[in-house]
């Protein structure tokens, strides 16, 4: 007993267990509060896990901070990148203008592997049966049927090399629902779960109760430091949430944390190395004045996002200032005049998809492609991933612009296998200044085998969204910073040069009708059938089986002789 409670000193004097050198990891945890041009506030989490350590070995045994689901699943399978979207509504580019994190509809997962994986679609399978079982979604119905190897739209954004192709692999999921059983798994993965910082905001029912909803997972690697000899792993676990003020705050549009999330911060989490909310209080209105928050924050800092100069009021949570006055921050916006956000700035790209036709036999699939900038052309890449029940004819692809024929710097075409992968086209178009391209292509409706529909096929079938990848020019030139010193809604896509920015767009998600049979009719012929098979069957076995007896009349028991002597008494005819 002595021994023991001197080891227990001795632990506590240690103080707490710290990883070892070269094993070092850091959580960094961060809240951007974004008010949209139409009233609404977008918040987005970011929790972003650095880890000095070489997951691909496989001689790491102790985790700390880094989630021991994902660190396995990366060093079994041989993941070089992971990317996990799980999406409830639409992001509407036009009146929200340009996202810091869009995903489709629906679930989107896309993996680089390592060159040491041998059987990739094996490798793939059992991956996607992992995350199923991880996030308790439906990732299990991914197979070589929705999947695609794309060659130019997702290039890796860590250190891999993005010409090996055959190590990618993408699918998407347009018609999975997103709902609380998603969250909870992926709030655990957090190293304070929901019990402390930023994550105490993290409430299901208010966060589904919003008009767009999207949790995402990315694990990449990143270089250690400026010379880039060592490498570590990076998970950033984000959460993009819009919320409508107006219709929720009576016809108000102002917002505070509580009115969004029904609680308040009371402090960070304590295994975090920063832990931070950014407001953007960018000047909304002619007169540039920038946006006044309560309470007043500390500091502001400038950044150019997406081509544009932003202000941010910053509110460091590990400050101890901050909770000297209140003992929780609850930050508020309240609107000075109500024209302040009306004013709906056009995105410089923007796109639109539609199914046109009639009738259930032939159809036509229709993308607009809006370049609104003045005078700057610029190229982008678009992919189609379309189902092989949507016979596609390539002759009839045609892309026109301004009137006259747009034709790509490159197409990549590869058919679909009926019942063996999907259809996959690829094309690098140049959108002119101030032009809307329209791209158009027909296809057949194939007819699928009574076991292949839907439980609601009446409801239609799903194609998933159209993917663009463009560099946009930027109005002011952006200059290098350090990432490490950097809000983190800046450093997840990289930044080829100043004059230029990274975006991935989605496009709406189209549903389109099938020949569909009657299949009402089986239950119709089965009901008629049983009816027949037990009223014939039924008489024809009674009639065989039964026996008959001839009952002769019997004198009557005890009582009825009785009951006759009485009545004869009475002079009543016996019975």
């Not at 199923?132 to 290039?155: E, M, Y």
């Not at 000075?336 to 699939?365: F, M, N």
């Amino acid at each position: 007993m002595l021994a023991a409670a001197l080891l227990l000193l001795l632990l506590l004097a240690a103080g707490p267990v710290r990883a070892g050198p070269g094993r070092r990891d850091a959580l960094r945890e961060e809240l951007l509060l974004s008010p949209l041009p139409d009233g609404n506030v977008a918040a987005t989490f970011q929790f972003r896990t650095r880890w000095d350590a070489d997951l691909q070995r496989g001689a790491v045994s102790h985790y700390r901070l880094f989630p021991k689901a994902l660190g396995r699943l990366v060093a079994a399978l041989g993941v070089r990148e992971l990317h996990l979207a799980l999406t409830q509504g639409f992001w509407r580019t036009q009146a929200w203008g340009q996202p810091p994190l869009q995903a489709p509809a629906g679930a989107e997962l896309w993996v680089w592997f390592q060159p040491t994986v041998t059987d990739v679609d094996k490798a793939w399978k059992e991956l996607s049966n992992i995350l199923s079982g991880i996030f308790c979604a439906s990732l299990n119905f991914i197979d070589l049927t929705n999947t695609v190897t794309p060659t130019a739209s997702f290039k890796p954004l860590g250190l891999a090399n993005g010409t090996e192709h055959h190590l990618l692999r993408y699918a998407v999921l347009p018609r999975e629902v997103v709902c609380t059983e998603n969250l909870t798994p992926w709030k655990k993965l957090l190293p304070c779960g929901s019990k402390a910082g930023l994550a105490v905001l993290l409430k299901a029912e208010r966060l589904f109760h919003s008009s767009y909803h999207s949790q995402a997972v990315h694990i990449r690697p990143v270089c250690r430091d400026a010379s880039c000899l060592a490498v570590s792993w990076e998970l950033r676990q984000t959460l993009t949430v819009v919320f409508d003020t107006f219709s929720s705050g009576q016809g108000k549009k102002d917002w505070s944390l509580f009115k969004m999330f029904s609680r308040t911060l009371t402090d960070a989490c304590p295994l975090a190395s920063q832990s931070k909310v950014y407001v953007d209080i960018s000047p909304k209105n002619k007169e540039k004045e920038l946006l006044e928050v309560t309470p007043p924050p500390a500091s502001v800092h400038e950044a150019v996002v997406q081509g544009d100069k932003r202000t941010y009021a910053v509110y460091d949570l590990l400050s101890p200032s901050l909770f000297n006055t209140s003992r929780s921050l609850n930050v508020q916006l309240k609107w000075k005049r109500p024209q302040d956000s009306s004013e709906l700035p056009v995105p410089v790209l923007h796109a639109q998809r539609y199914v046109s036709g009639y009738g259930l036999q032939t159809g036509q699939i229709s993308t607009l492609i809006h370049n609104t900038h003045p005078y700057r052309a610029f190229p982008v890449i678009l992919l189609e991933t379309v189902p092989w029940y949507l016979r596609l004819y390539v002759h009839t692809l045609t892309i026109i612009t301004k009137g006259k024929e747009n034709k790509p710097s490159y197409i990549h075409y590869q058919p679909a296998q009926d019942r063996r992968r999907p259809h996959l086209l690829e094309m690098l178009i140049q959108l002119p200044a101030n032009s809307v391209t329209k791209i158009t292509i027909q296809f057949e409706r194939a007819l699928l085998k009574w076991t292949e529909y839907t439980p609601d096929p009446n409801h239609g079938f799903y194609v998933g969204s159209s993917v663009l990848s463009a560099l946009l020019p930027s109005v002011i030139a952006m200059k290098d910073v350090d990432v490490e010193q950097s809000p983190l809604f800046t450093s997840l896509f990289p930044s080829s040069d100043g004059s230029s920015y990274f975006v991935r767009m989605y496009t709406e998600p189209l549903l389109v009708n099938l020949p569909t049979p009657d299949f009402s009719m089986p239950y119709n012929v089965i009901c008629l059938t049983c009816t027949v098979v037990a009223v014939c069957y039924g008489s024809f076995y009674n009639l065989l089986t039964r026996t008959f007896h001839v009952e002769e009349p019997s004198r009557g028991g005890l009582a009825k002789r009785l009951a006759n002597i009485i009545r004869r008494f009475r002079g009543v005819p016996p019975l």
